[in-house]
């Protein structure tokens, strides 16, 4: 049984005193949910006193992003194996550091591999430009995006690796046009199989894979409902303590009619 995972991405948003509120807001409005993983991304200075204030029963947290050597002289960075103990999940690949900060594949999988060697489980992001949706691309996008991050993985890693399909052009910053289920359900299948040509049948009935761009309240039951969907990663409605909320309380209800 793969456990339905909801998670905030809060992104560059809401300063330590914001996000203690956001976290206050959701332990009143979140109900407890034991079929449920939500996890918080909040900013990487929000990360520790966050960690002091979360029901863990409740809440996991996620980094949104680390280095992927250890330590050393890079100005600037964080590693995973300082943020080891700290957060169950890090979001690698997310479309906004691949196109703000020019992430490469080879840069991914080295993130993925260091995420994973200090016990740390990766929320991979995939999906395709609308420019490369136009031109058809999006199988060959995805194969490269999945077969290079994982590469280098046992299959036992792999099944601990989360995917997340977020199209570009669904995510708000890149115009957050809505993406149709049935799309989804294409690209969520077509990622399943690619795992297992890959890593074998077991790995692929394993990963979680989820769908993230523009989910709301409103939206996310049409995802959810699908069969190869796991979930998703929120990212401008989980500003929202009521629209966030409510997407967990959807994911509730459909897990239970399942
Ligand atoms: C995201 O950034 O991962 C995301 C899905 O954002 P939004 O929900 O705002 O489109």
């Known amino acids: 049984m793969r456990k339905t995972m909801i998670a905030a991405n809060w992104k560059m948003h809401l300063a330590t ?6 976290v206050h807001r959701l332990h009143q ?3 407890t949910h034991r079929d449920i993983e939500i996890v918080l991304a909040p900013t990487m200075l929000t990360l520790q006193p966050l960690s002091l204030e979360i029901d863990r029963r409740r809440f996991r947290l996620a980094a949104q992003n680390a280095y992927f050597k250890d330590e050393g002289g ?3 960075e964080v590693s995973f ?3 080891r103990g700290l957060v169950h999940y890090a979001i690698i690949g997310h479309s906004e550091r691949r196109i703000y900060f020019n992430e490469s594949l080879e840069m ?3 993130k993925v591999a260091a995420a994973i060697r200090n016990e740390i489980a990766p929320i991979l992001c995939v999906g395709e430009t609308k420019h490369e949706r136009d031109a058809r691309e999006t199988r060959q996008v995805l194969h490269d995006q999945v077969t290079t991050a994982l590469s280098g993985l046992t299959a036992d890693e792999v099944s601990q690796v989360v995917i997340a399909y ?4 669904a995510i708000s910053t ?3 046009e809505i993406a149709r289920p049935l799309d989804v359900a294409e690209a969520l299948k077509f990622i ?3 795992v297992s040509e890959l890593y074998g049948q077991n790995v692929a009935d394993e990963i979680r894979i989820l769908y993230g761009g523009s989910v709301n309240e409103h939206t996310a039951g049409g995802y959810l409902a699908l069969d190869d969907c796991d979930g998703a990663l929120v990212g401008s409605a989980s500003l929202n303590y009521h629209s966030f909320a409510a997407i967990t309380d959807v994911a509730f209800r459909m897990s239970h009619q399942a």
Not at 17 to 22: D, F, R, T
Not at 166 to 169: F, L, Y
């Open 17 to 22: 005193h914001e996000a203690s509120l956001l």
């Open 29 to 31: 409005h979140i109900k």
């Open 74 to 76: 890079f100005t600037g």
């Open 81 to 83: 194996t300082m943020l």
């Open 108 to 110: 991914i999988r080295d």
């Open 166 to 169: 977020e199209p570009v052009w």
């Open 174 to 176: 890149f115009g957050g």
């Open 192 to 194: 399943r199989y690619e």
